[in-house]
């Protein structure tokens, strides 16, 4: 776990310079962008101009050159816009990576895999856009992980007067997390938002019991834990296993660290983590200056937040009889 | 004559039928009723079924569980004799430690211990494994021995799969206890002669062992 006092002075020493030398390129790419707009707006202008005025149509040569001009200026305005992204990736991010945990595999463009995200049974809905970047894998201590950004959609038809149309629905944006789980278990198990028991009191916990395809209801002891989330596994006993009262309070503790509404399962004795943002994370602005460390504090804090998990959650105590 | 004959007539015929019409609606709110009343009582019938089936599978859930606490412990009784080999083989300091586990162990095997008795001898036992396993911090070759290692992995996991066995047993007992107590289920426990059941306590001494603060 780094302060963010550390960070600040990290920020200082290492990662101002390569801001500074991305700035430049980000004021390069963000001047063609200004070019190409001013191109068409130009061109837009000429053009009505002519035709108002009847002038000769020879002259529609010049919106006509500003608009081409534009077109081929925003496919290269796109090229360097990627060069640009990609470099700030590997050179500030991998950096704020390297500093908060060294020996950790950073990459931007890889992601965990649709088959793992299905295999954690979190969510059930059918995914029919899958996409992620941002990938940092690793071993802490004795715990294997991996965590990467994950926007995962599904495209839901639904009918308006009789016609049939379509739109993207969210099924997960944020930081999916996966790791090596410190028990042997067998069976699965899920912990989960609950919603119900927030909205109307205990009143409605027998409508839990209907959630299908999720295993038997567990009802903990945690009163606190039992507000926050509600849990289904295959086995009872095996629930209580896993969840041991340690971990509930230090999940707890995680939910509150994250401000988000997590959500876990424990499939196969490793165990999966969910923390939706709704904010795309660790992307490279255009339009105003990333130097400022109060831009790059959120990279800092989700990449702390995730990397700390194990930390967190114990998972590096090892006294069962798994290693 | 015949005129006031025929509206007598008429009158008459009116008369008749409309007193059939309502005679017909007076059988057809009968049958109504009827049938609500029917309907009313199936309902009652199957919110009865409900009740004592959900009194039944919480009773059978206590009961699961109970047993499952047994399959625990006995698993457990069935790893001490290799651990006080291994420890044996490297201490001769520890004799009366382990003699003192593997008598406790008998003792708790033996069927004939009651359910108090068998609580009893339990904690003494995890009382004295405690101890063993703090003197085992004194032995180098030991702790790093790789069979103690895992015997002692197997424990602590044991201790834990225990340790939930007593929880899932505690919530079982609790649903079972609410449905005993609470309306309308209870006037079905009280026909059954249902009584509320006891949690698994958890002794004083248990609570001072150091081992798991995890």
């Known amino acids: ?323 | 004559m015949d005129c006031r004959n025929g509206y007598h007539e008429m009158m008459y015929r009116k008369i008749v039928y409309i007193r059939s019409k309502l005679y017909t609606f007076a059988i057809h709110q009968k049958n109504k009723i009827m049938y609500i009343a029917l309907g009313i009582i199936a309902l009652f019938v199957i919110i009865v079924i409900f009740m004592n089936n959900s009194l039944i599978v919480r009773k059978n859930a206590v009961n699961n569980a109970f047993s499952s606490i047994d399959v625990m412990l006995q698993k457990r009784y069935d790893l001490i004799p290799n651990l006080v080999q291994t420890v044996k083989a490297y201490s001769k300091y520890e004799q009366e430690t382990l003699t003192k586990i593997t008598e406790l162990r008998t003792t708790a095997m033996s069927p004939s211990a009651t359910m108090d008795e068998k609580i009893k001898t339990e904690n003494e036992l995890q009382k004295s494994m405690g101890k063993l396993m703090v003197a085992v911090e004194n032995y180098p070759d030991l702790k790093a021995n790789q069979n103690y290692l895992q015997l002692q992995g197997s424990w602590n996991e044991l201790e834990e799969q225990l340790s939930a066995s007593r929880r899932a047993f505690n919530a079982a007992i609790n649903d079972y206890n609410n449905a005993v107590e609470t309306f309308p289920t209870n006037l079905i426990a009280n026909m059954k002669h249902y009584q509320t059941k006891a949690f698994f306590e958890v002794p004083e001494e248990k609570k001072q062992m150091p081992i798991m603060n995890l």
């Not at chain 1, 550390?6 to 990662?15: G, V």
């Not at chain 1, 050159?65 to 496919?75: E, K, L, V, W």
């Not at chain 1, 999940?251 to 994250?258: E, G, P, R």
């Open chain 1, 1 to 323: 776990m780094i302060t963010y006092a550390a960070f600040q002075s990290f920020y200082e020493t290492d990662l101002l310079p390569h801001l500074n030398l991305l700035e430049a390129e980000r004021k390069r790419v963000l001047n063609k962008l200004i070019i190409i707009i001013t191109a068409l707006i130009i061109g837009g202008i000429s053009g009505m101009g002519i035709y108002y005025t009847h002038a000769t149509s020879a002259l529609y040569i010049i919106p006509v050159s500003a608009i081409i001009y534009a077109f081929i200026g925003y496919t290269q305005y796109n090229k360097f816009k990627e060069a640009y992204s990609l470099n700030f990736k590997k050179s500030i991010v991998q950096r704020i990576v390297d500093f908060i945990q060294p020996g950790l595999t950073y990459n931007y463009d890889k992601h965990i895999s649709q088959e793992l995200f299905t295999n954690s049974g979190i969510f059930k809905t059918q995914v029919d856009s899958y996409k992620g970047d941002d990938c940092v894998t690793g071993t802490i201590d004795k715990t294997d992980f991996t965590f990467s950004e994950l926007h995962a959609q599904h495209r839901e038809v639904y009918y308006n007067n009789g016609r049939r149309e379509e739109r993207w629905v969210n099924i997960f944006k944020g930081i999916f997390f996966v790791a090596d789980f410190n028990k042997h278990f067998n069976g699965k198990t899920f912990v989960l938002p609950d919603k119900a028991e927030n909205f109307l009191g205990g009143i409605f916990k027998f409508v839990q019991k209907l959630t299908v395809g999720r295993g038997q209801l567990v009802k903990l002891e945690n009163v606190q834990f039992e507000k926050e989330f509600v849990v289904y596994s295959d086995d009872q006993i095996e629930a209580r296993y896993i969840l041991s009262p340690a971990l509930m309070d230090r999940i707890l503790k995680f939910k509150q660290d994250a401000t988000a509404n997590i959500l876990l399962s424990f499939v196969n004795s490793c165990m999966y983590l969910a923390i939706p943002i709704s904010m795309n994370l660790f992307e490279a602005k255009i339009f105003s200056s990333g130097t400022k460390i109060e831009y790059l504090a959120h990279y800092y804090r989700y990449m702390n937040l995730a990397i700390s998990i194990i930390e967190d959650l114990n998972l590096n105590t090892r006294i069962w009889s798994k290693n």
